[in-house]
């Protein structure tokens, strides 16, 4: 089944305490890209990856890191969590966003609450 | 700036009837524009999308939408609402960079039987 995972789906950590979230999809997709999703905010775009090896800032990239080293994986790590990341978190992919792109495919979301 | 604007939190429908959610966007060059839908405890499914072309875009579930370049909007519509249509819905529109996506602030969609 086509499908983009991430793990874990809910966390509840300390401020200060390193985390990643990870996220993997089995659809040969080029492109990946975390978001945040914020009630009356909608969804804020993190970082996106066009490639292996190839990442950039979204709007809100303050206080996340990403990397790109295999295609299927595009992992999100929070090195020092704060209380205002405290968020629902998705992974998306798209096969390509060259020529106004294709759809995006939405894992189920991480639930991070930061104390 | 690159801008998508979702002016109402909520639309309110009886079942049968027709609905609108309104988007309109603000964006450099051509836009590539996009609707997704949330269920309760769910990630966001594609409905459809304008890249180029006729300005009446059809989707999924009987969704469709409509390009105006001169208002600058993007509504989604469906004939008949159903119930099973009642989700948070979001309007996304590609960037000037066409690489970064802007997402409006999402509608509730009540529909009611």
């Known amino acids: 089944e086509a499908q983009v995972t991430q793990n874990p789906r809910y966390l509840i950590t300390v401020t200060g305490k390193k985390l990643t979230v990870t996220c993997s999809q089995n659809m040969n997709h080029e492109y990946m890209s975390w978001y945040r999703q914020d009630p009356g905010l909608g969804l804020r775009q993190i970082y996106y990856s066009m490639n292996v090896e190839v990442t950039d800032k979204g709007d809100v990239p303050e206080g996340y890191k990403v990397s790109r080293k295999e295609k299927r994986n595009f992992p999100l790590i929070l090195e020092s969590p704060s209380p205002n990341q405290t968020s629902l978190y998705f992974c998306?992919?798209?096969?390509?966003?060259?020529?106004?792109?294709?759809?995006?495919?939405f894992g189920p979301g991480t639930r991070l609450t930061v104390l | 700036a690159q801008s998508v604007a979702q002016p109402e939190d909520q639309v309110n429908v009886a079942e049968g009837n027709p609905l609108t959610v309104k988007c309109t966007y603000s964006?450099?060059?051509?836009?590539?524009l996009f609707w997704y839908v949330q269920y309760p405890n769910r990630g966001l499914q594609f409905l459809l999308k304008?890249?180029?072309?006729?300005?009446l875009v059809k989707g999924s579930y009987g969704f469709e939408a409509e390009f105006n370049k001169s208002q600058t909007s993007f509504h989604l519509k469906k004939p008949s609402a159903l119930v099973s249509d009642s989700a948070l819905y979001f309007c996304?529109?590609?960037?000037?960079?066409?690489?970064?996506?802007?997402f409006g602030s999402g509608t509730k969609l009540n529909v009611k039987p």
């Open positions: 996304a529109v590609r960037g000037y960079n066409f690489n970064k996506f802007y």
């Open positions: 998306a992919s798209s096969s390509t966003v060259v020529r106004g792109g294709d759809e995006q495919f």
């Open positions: 964006v450099s060059g051509n836009p590539y």
């Open positions: 304008y890249i180029t072309g006729d300005n």
